[in-house]
């Protein structure tokens, strides 16, 4: 069998790496839309570092603080709008997923001039503004991804664009961003980068390079398990969870999502959970499921989480979710009716079945 990795973006990591090795943004472009959430961006000091570095580089810059959680079209063409209006030919984009994720939809749509009617129909070029990217969440690894998850109302859930195009040209790692994190998105978003290494290790498309990539993801994210149930996380370890989620992002830029990832959308879309508790709440049930079909495959994972059963990876992540959502029969029949039209099902290793889709959801949150 033969697998394959491609993973284009530079990956530039350290304390300070924005004003340090901020001359790396003068090839992308001569004016930047810098693309960021409401407030985080501006209160970790990443807005400041990316603001001093473009400056520094005589590059003008403008910033769109619109971005929202589980980005939206409507603030994807306001971003369209606003690189139009300004004449920006590159993107800096500063934030968890949402932002980075937003600014990709932008580079995108306002390379090709992408109708809204047309964005989720597939048959775009592969073509998109240069971006810069800067994670100050250590969860979704989208820096180093080619993927952009927007909300899609038409189809009622969230949707995937995927094209190469949308790997960043470069990203910052800097732990320093993470620091101020409140306990739930810190707690969130790691269970976020866990799922897409073990999902990458339940994908029929890991590989050996995805693996050990996996692995590494795995046993760090599991070492903060402690520190993030107590609220605690030293400096070290949030540069490690970083670090783990880019690993993640790389896995899952070869790998895809599997069920996982497929079935907590609805639950994001339909029912507000965040996407990393989302994907917590299911990651337990989905592995029990391919145990059945391949006990080997999920011995792997569990081991390199350092955990010796799905039971003890299930406590674990009780312990940081808490109290449950509940789910009624009718929406679990929903929420697996449109999981099983995802492209992530038949990256499963183990593939499941609409009923098995049912059971899983049931399991873990009849
Ligand atoms: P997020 O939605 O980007 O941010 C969640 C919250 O955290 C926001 O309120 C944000 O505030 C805040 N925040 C961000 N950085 C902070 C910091 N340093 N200090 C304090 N607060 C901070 O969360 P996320 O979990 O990182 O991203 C989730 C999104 O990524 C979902 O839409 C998911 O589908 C997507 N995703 C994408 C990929 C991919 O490969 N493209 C992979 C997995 C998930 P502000 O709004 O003020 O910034
Ligand atoms: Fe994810």
């Not at 109302?153 to 664009?161: F, N, Q, R, W």
């Not at 590989?207 to 590494?216: F, P, Q, V």
């Not at 670090?243 to 599997?258: K, N, R």
Request: glycine content about 10%; aromatic content about 4%.
């Amino acid at each position: 069998m033969t697998s394959q990795f491609y993973m284009p973006t530079r990956v530039v990591a350290g304390r300070d790496c924005v004003r340090v090795q901020g001359s790396l943004l003068l090839p992308l472009g001569g004016r930047a839309l810098v693309v960021t959430g409401g407030h985080s961006a501006r209160l970790c000091g990443a807005l400041d570092d990316v603001t001093a570095a473009l400056t520094a580089n005589g590059q003008a810059f403008e910033v769109f603080d619109k971005a929202v959680p589980n980005p939206t079209v409507d603030s994807v063409y306001a971003g369209v709008e606003r690189v139009r209006e300004f004449g920006a030919d590159f993107l800096v984009a500063i934030g968890g997923g949402s932002p980075l994720d937003t600014a990709k939809a932008i580079a995108l749509v306002a390379a090709q001039e992408v109708p809204r009617e047309a964005l989720f129909t597939g048959g775009l070029r592969d073509e998109a503004l240069p971006l810069a990217c800067v994670p100050t969440t250590a969860g979704t690894g989208s820096e180093v991804t080619q993927y952009s998850i927007l909300t899609n109302d038409e189809a009622g859930t969230k949707t995937s664009l995927a094209l190469p195009c949308l790997f960043p040209r470069l990203a910052f790692l800097d732990g320093k961003y993470t620091l101020g994190l409140p306990r739930r998105v810190s707690v969130n978003t790691a269970i976020d980068a866990l799922s897409h290494c073990v999902e990458g290790m339940l994908s029929n498309l890991a590989g050996d390079i995805t693996d050990a990539l996996a692995r590494e993801g795995c046993g760090r994210i599991c070492a903060c398990l402690p520190g993030l149930e107590r609220g605690e996380l030293t400096e070290a370890e949030r540069d490690s969870l970083l670090l783990a989620s880019t690993l993640g992002g790389m896995v899952i830029a070869a790998t895809g999502t599997t069920a996982v990832h497929a079935m907590g959308y609805s639950l994001t879309y339909h029912r507000g959970i965040e996407h990393g508790r989302a994907n917590g709440l299911l990651l337990p049930a989905f592995l029990r499921f391919c145990a059945r079909g391949n006990a080997s495959l999920v011995d792997r994972a569990l081991s390199a989480c350092g955990m010796s059963s799905v039971d003890e990876l299930e406590g674990a992540l009780g312990r940081l979710l808490g109290e449950r959502e509940r789910l009624t029969e009718e929406e679990i029949r929903q929420y697996a009716a449109k999981a099983i039209q995802t492209g992530n099902i038949a990256k499963c290793a183990v593939r499941p079945t609409q009923t098995d889709l049912e059971e899983m959801y049931r399991e873990s949150l009849g």
